[in-house]
């Protein structure tokens, strides 16, 4: 199983990122996936969860109405649209499968919103 995060980088406040996940060595349209994001010296917390068909979403508060998580089953990959980033949302976001017992995490990507 291989899970590799892209797209965070430097955003000024207010503006837009879409980060992707891409996965390997499962049966991507069989699993519900999940974004996840640690912020300097806090806890991990769940930002968004998407069902394998992608029928059902769910976020954390703080985020409800700015981000958007979607997924592409054929290309094996979901993403995490973020719109109107403010500088809480700075944090190294991964996403994660969990398979039975097994949770399985992407190495993260970085996300900075500072002007």
């Known amino acids: 199983v291989q899970l590799v995060e892209s797209g965070g980088g430097l955003v000024q406040p207010g503006g837009s990122l879409r980060l992707s996940c891409a996965t390997s060595?499962?049966?991507?349209?069989?699993?519900?996936m999940s974004w996840f994001r640690q912020a300097p010296g806090k806890e991990r917390e769940l930002v968004a969860v998407?069902?394998?068909?992608?029928?059902?979403?769910n976020y954390v508060d703080s985020v409800k109405g700015r981000f958007t998580i979607s997924r592409d089953n054929a290309k094996n990959t979901v993403y995490l649209q973020m719109n109107s980033l403010k500088p809480e949302d700075t944090a190294v976001y991964y996403c994660?499968?969990?398979?039975?017992?097994?949770?399985?995490w992407g190495q993260g990507t970085s996300v900075t919103v500072s002007s």
């Open positions: 994660r499968t969990v398979h039975s017992v097994y949770r399985y």
């Open positions: 060595g499962f049966t991507f349209s069989s699993y519900a």
């Open positions: 998407i069902t394998n068909i992608g029928d059902k979403t």
